[in-house]
């Protein structure tokens, strides 16, 4: 079973991260969520999802909310012990969903202060898929270069862009969208989105 680890980071979005955790777990895939403080707070806001709590009671709130016990773990973004700080223990893929510029400019700066920073390295370091779906508008001349360093390094640039050409009729469709193109990015089928047609 593949192990892939979704990151949550402080920027407008979450639900794409939220959205994403649920399909990976529905098509059979081992899961490492990893919340920064700042997501927590911003999930808390944009869904009323309440995991600023101690990590043993947010532990338990998130399998109660996703269900698939045996192929979720949560992990403190402090735990620089965790397996997939590891090269050794190296996640099949990482996506940063979605990834913030202060997130972005600290991965192109190659830091790892803290779990979300050191899983992005390694998973870089062992050529594993690094995907990062920022979320920011405008975009200055810093955020692009950063962007353009963590491309050069490896990583791919997946913008929370959401088409308008399958007409989505709600906002989950909008977000449906990105979905699909993040699980396409890793060969994973999907039904989230119709393909565009000229006709």
Not at 87 to 112: F, H, Q, T, Y
Not at 132 to 142: A, F, I
Request: with cysteine.
């Amino acid at each position: 079973m593949e192990k892939i680890v979704v990151a949550v980071t402080g920027a407008s979005g979450a639900v794409y991260g939220v959205r994403l955790v649920e399909e990976l777990l529905r098509v059979g895939k081992q899961v490492v969520l990893l919340l920064s403080s700042a997501a927590r707070e911003v999930l808390r806001h944009e869904t009323g999802l309440d995991w600023c709590v101690p990590l043993v009671e947010r532990q338990q709130r998130i399998a109660a909310y996703f269900g698939f016990e045996k192929a979720l773990r949560h992990e403190d973004e402090n735990d620089l012990m965790a397996e997939v700080a590891s090269g050794s223990a190296a996640a099949d893929a990482m996506l940063v969903v979605p990834c913030s510029m202060g997130c972005v400019g600290r991965l192109a700066a190659g830091l790892s202060s803290n779990l979300i920073e050191r899983c992005a390295d390694v998973v870089l370091k062992e050529g594993r898929p690094l995907l990062l779906v920022p979320r920011e508008t405008p975009l200055n001349q810093l955020h692009l270069e950063n962007l353009l360093r963590l491309s050069r390094a490896g990583a791919r640039i997946v913008p929370a862009m959401p088409a308008f050409y399958h007409r989505p009729a709600d906002i989950e469709q909008m977000v449906d969208f990105v979905v699909g193109k993040l699980l396409e990015q890793l060969g994973i089928a999907h039904q989230l989105y119709r393909p565009w047609r000229a006709d």
